[in-house]
C-alpha cells in the first residue's frame, strides 16, 4: 500500500492539531479508549464539544498551554493507502522543528486562520515549503465558521497567498480548501454550509496526490559507513561496504565509481539484510560487494559510472539559523554532509529574507534565530554533493558547534 508523507504548519491556534484530530476521528482511526479519554479530558476543561486537538497534543505542555511545541509523528490509513502526518509548531520560536518535521514531506498543510489571513508564519512556512522542494501543498483557510462560510474571505485569502508564492517562486503544486476543522466542513466530506466550493474535500484531495519513488529517478548517491570483513571461515575473502543508498537505484552488474578515488568497479552482489537482491531503491540500508578489492573507507561515496558528479570546497547555500547566538562570518563549524564530518567556515554573507516583504537584504553582518538566508562556505576538505534542487536527498547538510556539539544550522546546496 502506498505511503504519502504529510507535514501540517501554520500560526499558533490556527487549528493544526483539530485538523489532524478530525482527520483521525473521521476515518475511524481512533481506537475506543483513546477516544473515552479524550471525551473525558474535553468534559474536565468545562467544553461543550469533544476538542479533537487532544489527540495529537501529546507533550503536558501542550496540553497545558494549547500549542504544540515537538514534531508529533501521526500515522492513519483508509482503504487506499497509509498516511505519516508531521504535526510541526506554529510558533516562530519552533521554526527549526518545523524545517526538520517537513524534511521528508511529500505535501504540506498550510493552515490560515480565516478571520486572520495570511501571518508571518504563513509566509515563513509556505517559504520553507518551497526551500525544501515540496511538490504539493495544500492551503486549508481553517475556521470558516468563525466568519459565517464567506466565500469573499476565502477568495481574498486566496488571491494573497498567489501572490506571495509567485513572489517566492513556489513551483510545485498550489491547492485552496476552505474549510471548519472543529465540525469536520470539508475535511472528509463535502460542507453543506460552503456550497460555493466545488473542489474536493482535504481527505479526498490527499487521495488523489500521486505517490511516486521520486527519489529513485535521481542520480544514485551510496554513501558509505562502514566496511564488513568477518575473517569466518565461511566468509573468508569477503569485503562488504555497508550504508544508505539516499538517492536513485542500484543493480547487480551495474559499475560504479569510488569518490573520491575514482576508481572502479562492477557490483558484484547486494544484500538486504541477510538477503541477496538484485537491485536496491533509494532510502533502503544495504551492503555492497564489488568485484575487486577497491581502498573504500567510512565516507566514501559510491556512484554510477558516467553519471555527473561534482566535488565541492566552497560553495553558496540557502541556511537557516537555529541557534540563540547569532552567526558572524568568518565563524567556523562542523558540517556534516551524510556520513561525512568536516571543518567548515562561514565566508561571507549574501543576503537574508525579511519575511513581512519576502524580499532579500544585503548588506548583512549577522544571521539571528530563525533567520534564512544565503550564505557562502568553505570546507577543509572537499564533499561530493548535489545542487539541492537537482537532488535533495544529497544536497542538504547541517552546520554543529565545535563546543556545545549543538546543531545550529540546516543548510540546501545551491
Known amino acids: 500500500m502506498d505511503v504519502l508523507r ?13 485538523l489532524i484530530g478530525r482527520l483521525l476521528y ?20 468545562g467544553l461543550d464539544f469533544v476538542d479533537l486537538s487532544l489527540l495529537t497534543d501529546g507533550l503536558i505542555a501542550e496540553r497545558e498551554q494549547g500549542i504544540t511545541i515537538d514534531v508529533a509523528h501521526i500515522y492513519f490509513a483508509t482503504d487506499t493507502r497509509k498516511y505519516i502526518i508531521a504535526d510541526t509548531p506554529g510558533h516562530v520560536e519552533y521554526t527549526r522543528n518545523m524545517i526538520t518535521g517537513a524534511s521528508n514531506a511529500e505535501a504540506s498543510i498550510v493552515l490560515v486562520d480565516a478571520r486572520n489571513g495570511v501571518s508571518e508564519q504563513t509566509r515563513r ?39 506571495l508564492a509567485e513572489k517566492i517562486g513556489f513551483k510545485g503544486e498550489l491547492t485552496f480548501i476552505p474549510l471548519a476543522a472543529k465540525y469536520g466542513d470539508n ?38 559507513q562502514a566496511v564488513i570483513r568477518p575473517h569466518s571461515d565461511e566468509y573468508h575473502d569477503f569485503r562488504g561496504y555497508t550504508g544508505k543508498l539516499v538517492s536513485g ?4 552488474g551495474q559499475r560504479v565509481s569510488v569518490l ?10 547486494i544484500y538486504a539484510g541477510d538477503k541477496k537482491v538484485e537491485g536496491a531503491h533509494a532510502g533502503e540500508s544495504l551492503s555492497i560487494e564489488l568485484e575487486d578489492d577497491v581502498d573504500i573507507s567510512r565516507g566514501n561515496t559510491l556512484v554510477p559510472v558516467g553519471v555527473p558528479h561534482q566535488q565541492l570546497s566552497q560553495f553558496s547555500a540557502k541556511l537557516t539559523w537555529m541557534d540563540e547566538q ?10 556534516q554532509h551524510g556520513v561525512n564530518r568536516i571543518k ?20 548583512v553582518r549577522e544571521f539571528k534565530l530563525n533567520d534564512i538566508g544565503e550564505v557562502n562556505i568553505k570546507t577543509a576538505k572537499p564533499i561530493f554533493a548535489d545542487r539541492y534542487a537537482d537532488n535533495p536527498r544529497n544536497g542538504a547538510f547541517i552546520l554543529i558547534d565545535e563546543y556545545s556539539n549543538n546543531t545550529v544550522a540546516v543548510g540546501f546546496i545551491l
Open 6 to 18: 504529510l507535514a501540517t504548519a501554520g500560526s499558533v491556534d490556527d487549528g493544526k492539531s483539530t
Open 26 to 45: 473521521d476515518t475511524k482511526s481512533i481506537t475506543k479508549d483513546k477516544l473515552e479519554a479524550v471525551e473525558a479530558s474535553s468534559q474536565r476543561k
Open 125 to 163: 512556512h509556505l517559504f520553507i515549503s518551497s526551500l525544501l522542494e515540496i511538490d504539493h501543498v495544500v492551503v486549508a483557510v481553517n475556521k470558516m465558521d468563525l466568519v459565517n462560510y464567506d466565500q469573499a474571505t476565502f477568495e481574498s485569502i486566496k488571491a494573497n497567498v498567489e501572490g
Open 187 to 224: 475535511v472528509v466530506t463535502p460542507s453543506e454550509n460552503m456550497s460555493w466550493y466545488s473542489g474536493q474535500p482535504l481527505l479526498q484531495y490527499l487521495e488523489s496526490i500521486p505517490v511516486h519513488k521520486r527519489d529513485d529517478a535521481l542520480p544514485a548517491r551510496f554513501h558509505v
Open 249 to 252: 537505484s542500484l543493480a547487480v
Open 260 to 269: 573520491p578515488s575514482l576508481k572502479e568497479s562492477a557490483i558484484k552482489a
Open 326 to 335: 547569532p552567526l558572524t562570518a568568518g565563524k567556523t563549524f562542523l558540517l
Open 344 to 363: 567548515a567556515k562561514l565566508n561571507s554573507f549574501a543576503h537574508v529574507i525579511d519575511m513581512n516583504t519576502i524580499e532579500e537584504k544585503g548588506d
